[in-house]
């Protein structure tokens, strides 16, 4: 049997103006998978995994590790679920390199052995070993890209969830995150517009549409169907 790590049941979600984001959403992410969701703008996809680690909350509608997620949990989801922001500027805060990737480490309690060697870690699963002391204000937006997954894989979360990761990349540091997103021995899921990093990294392909599923199968599939994919707002780059 395969573990559930994420499961949402019946999800709809409406901001405080009125705005219904998610409508009745259901799916389930298992241990080990790599699951692009993908969608036009505005479809709900960031509100949708803004509830996968509780930043919004729909009591009794998503558990993790089949646990309910509410306020009493919320340091433990965090934990457990990496959220990495599409502006890296959102998620790093500190002076130095070391201090954003050693904050959810200490954050949790670590003792400094166990803060240093999560921070070496997870700077070397992103390719960025030596950089503690570099301010990440001074980075370019790939390193700083690197830098926030890293801050989230200090934590040694069970998902990693990531936003938009190629925005504002150029090929090249497109290609080196693909690289350092493949390494990765964790469960993710990428939201994405760009079908050609989603086909390199996902076997797994969730259409949202209007806050609804509108699809959810193998990305080889789903990324063959040139008329889904039109119907959606999407579209694979012609082979040429
Ligand atoms: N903070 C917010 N307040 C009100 N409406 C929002 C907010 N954030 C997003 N929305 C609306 O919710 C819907 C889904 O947005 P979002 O989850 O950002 O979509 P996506 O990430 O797929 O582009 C859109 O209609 C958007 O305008
Ligand atoms: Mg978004």
């Known amino acids: 049997m395969t573990e559930e790590i994420v499961t949402i ?8 103006d009125g705005q219904q984001a998610l409508n009745d ?13 993908v969608g036009p703008n505005g479809a709900g996809k960031s509100t949708l995994i803004l509830h996968f680690n509780g930043v919004l909350r ?8 089949g646990k309910p997620i509410d306020d009493k949990n919320l340091k433990w989801v965090r934990s457990k679920v990496g959220l990495v922001f599409q502006n890296p500027d959102d998620q790093l805060f500190s002076p130095t390199v070391f ?4 904050f959810g480490p200490i954050n949790m309690g670590y003792s400094d052995d166990e803060v240093h060697q999560a921070v070496t870690k997870a700077l070397e699963m992103v390719g960025m070993a030596g950089f503690e002391k570099r301010s990440p204000h001074h980075l370019s937006i790939g390193e700083k890209k690197r830098i926030a997954i890293a801050t989230v894989l200090s934590m040694s979360p069970e998902i990693l969830v990531i936003d938009e990761p190629s925005s504002n990349l150029d090929p090249r540091g497109k290609w080196e995150l693909i690289w350092v997103l493949e390494s990765l021995p964790v469960t993710r899921v990428i ?3 760009d079908l050609e990093l989603v086909e390199a990294l996902c076997q797994r392909v969730i ?5 609804q599923v509108a699809a959810d199968g ?7 169907d040139k008329e889904l994919l ?3 707002g999407l579209a694979m780059a012609e082979q040429g």
């Open 99 to 102: 201090d954003d990737v050693a």
């Open 25 to 37: 959403i259901n799916l389930t992410i298992y241990r080990g998978e790599s699951v692009a969701l």
């Open 191 to 193: 939201v994405s517009h």
């Open 230 to 232: 039109a119907k959606h």
């Open 9 to 16: 049941k019946n999800l709809s979600f409406g901001y405080p």
């Open 207 to 211: 259409i949202l549409d209007r806050g």
């Open 218 to 224: 193998a990305a080889k599939d789903i990324l063959a």
């Open 58 to 65: 729909s009591n009794g509608h998503i558990r993790l590790l």
